[in-house]
């Protein structure tokens, strides 16, 4: 069976993942395509094989009986109505981060998916696709570093453009964290703080930087992470989990390393998009094998509701320069 995708936005990774899936993915293709600007449905769809419908809206291409599933890889916030009208046309639906702006888009789309009875949405948090994530995980599942205590971790972009203001530092960059460290600890956030460093001279006027965020988990462990988002020389994913009988750092992507005019160097990765090109390439694949069986897995819509209380108290933390606590709703046995 050929799963028939349809995606709302036609933007920048819109057109990543329909050429990823169409390209290096098996088991789909791109029937249908929708975005407020014309121009961007017109360029992805020269770009696209066989036959692509474009629709005025994505309320129509949900509707269409041309679409076995839906990709939400538009705004930020107009995620909430796509996805809850993809829940009620009973199409499953991958959404890109966030899954809505607020905790209250969130929870509204849990009451609808919950009210079906049957999982239909898969967030797009990538990381928990990557392969060095998942050694972590698997490693610390293991037991044999004994509990957890500790992480340290870095979230370093090369530069912003000028609409990048503080609170992205969360609610667009922090954000993988957050869902990332949920999941590799089994375990909820319970405060946050942020920390402001002297400020960079590469950066806006609008955009503190770097930032670092302080959270704490229920079982007690303390996570530090620095987002630095001018740092100039490159895409630096870092993470170090410090536990009772030892230490684990997440893999960094293979590199050459070379020697030449009396240096030793390897190039370090300037775009996220290479950095989790693999991982990009398994969530993807999961969400078709998973219209195509039926069943949706992969960060649910209460990963992505838990992400975002998380992300609304590391702001409010960004503001009040206080501890701020983070409580998570009761989760729907649903969810379990
Ligand atoms: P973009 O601006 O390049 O593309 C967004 C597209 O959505 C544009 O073509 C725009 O015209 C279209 N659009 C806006 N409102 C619309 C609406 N109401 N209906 C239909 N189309 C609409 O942005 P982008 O960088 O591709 O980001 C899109 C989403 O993907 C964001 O939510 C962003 O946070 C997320 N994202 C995720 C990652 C990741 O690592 N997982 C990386 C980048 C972006
Ligand atoms: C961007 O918005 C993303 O979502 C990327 O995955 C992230 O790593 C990057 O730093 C963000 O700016």
């Not at 410090?242 to 293979?254: H, I, S």
Request: charged share 25%.
């Amino acid at each position: 069976m050929t799963v028939r995708l349809g995606i709302i936005g036609a933007g920048m990774i819109g057109e990543a993942h329909a050429l990823r899936i169409t390209q290096e993915l098996t088991g789909a293709r791109i029937s249908a395509l929708a975005d407020v600007d014309p121009n961007n449905t017109a360029r992805l769809a020269e770009r696209l094989p066989g036959e692509v419908k474009v629709f005025d809206s994505g309320e129509d291409l949900i509707a269409s009986g041309e679409v076995d599933g839906v990709l939400v890889t538009s705004w930020g916030p107009t995620h909430e109505a796509y996805v809850i009208a993809a829940i009620k046309a009973g199409k499953p639906v991958f959404c890109e981060k966030p899954l809505a702006t607020t905790a209250d888009g969130c929870q509204r789309i849990i009451d609808a998916e919950v009210a079906t009875g049957r999982r239909f949405v898969q967030v797009g948090y990538m990381r928990r696709f990557d392969t060095g994530y998942r050694r972590l995980k698997t490693l610390l599942e293991s037991g044999s570093l004994g509990e957890p205590l500790m992480i340290h971790a870095v979230h370093r972009n090369p530069e912003v453009p000028e609409r990048y203001i503080t609170p992205m530092a969360i609610e667009d960059t922090l954000v993988h964290e957050l869902d990332t460290f949920r999941w590799l600890l089994g375990d909820d956030y319970v405060s946050a703080q942020v920390v402001f460093p002297r400020k960079t001279r590469h950066a806006h006027a609008k955009v503190e930087d770097p930032q670092i965020v302080l959270l704490e988990t229920t079982r007690g462990v303390r996570i530090d992470v620095e987002i630095f988002v001018n740092c100039r020389y490159g895409y630096d994913i870092q993470c170090s989990v410090v536990a009772e009988d030892g230490l684990a750092n997440l893999p960094q992507p293979e590199s050459l390393e070379y020697r030449h005019a009396g240096k030793l160097s390897t190039d370090i990765l300037q775009d996220w998009k290479d950095r989790f090109a693999q991982a990009f390439s398994v969530e993807l694949q999961a969400f078709i094998d998973g219209v195509a069986g039926g069943e949706i897995a992969g960060p649910s819509s209460w990963d992505g509701l838990a992400a975002a209380v998380a992300s609304d108290a590391c702001v409010k933390a960004q503001n009040s320069g206080q501890i701020e606590s983070i409580t998570m709703p009761e989760r729907p046995t649903f969810y379990a």
